[in-house]
């Protein structure tokens, strides 16, 4: 059985970091994402990462702020977000080779 946990969310003001972590047990995976869903709107993509080549692919809006990468003894890939603004708040999720993570909150303050 496949499970996706994501860890890491919370509270900071502009400006802070925070690391949101995604676990995945279950099965070997080959390609990981980060999508966001603020309120009212869709969900929409981060960026990627590809398991065994390590490239990887972010959006526009987060380039040069966050960065994602991944520990494969842990099975676990990260995304480090630095410089938060306000328009970063939303539910993160994780989705792992089409399986989705319950999700976890970021909240930037202005």
């Known amino acids: 059985q496949v499970q996706v946990v994501e860890s890491g969310g919370g509270l900071v003001q502009a400006g802070g970091s925070l690391r949101l972590s995604c676990a995945a047990s279950?099965?070997?995976?080959?390609?990981y994402y980060w999508y966001r869903q603020a309120p009212g709107k869709e969900r929409e993509f981060v960026a990627s990462?590809?398991?065994?080549?390590?490239?990887?692919s972010y959006a526009n809006s987060v380039k040069g702020r966050f960065t994602i990468s991944r520990d494969d003894a842990k099975n676990t890939v990260y995304l480090q977000m630095n410089s938060l603004k306000s328009e970063d708040s939303a539910i993160y999720y994780c989705?792992?080779?089409?399986?989705w993570g319950q999700g976890t909150q970021v909240t930037v303050s202005s």
């Open positions: 279950g099965r070997t995976f080959s390609h």
């Open positions: 989705n792992i080779d089409g399986y």
């Open positions: 990462i590809n398991w065994s080549g390590g490239s990887t």
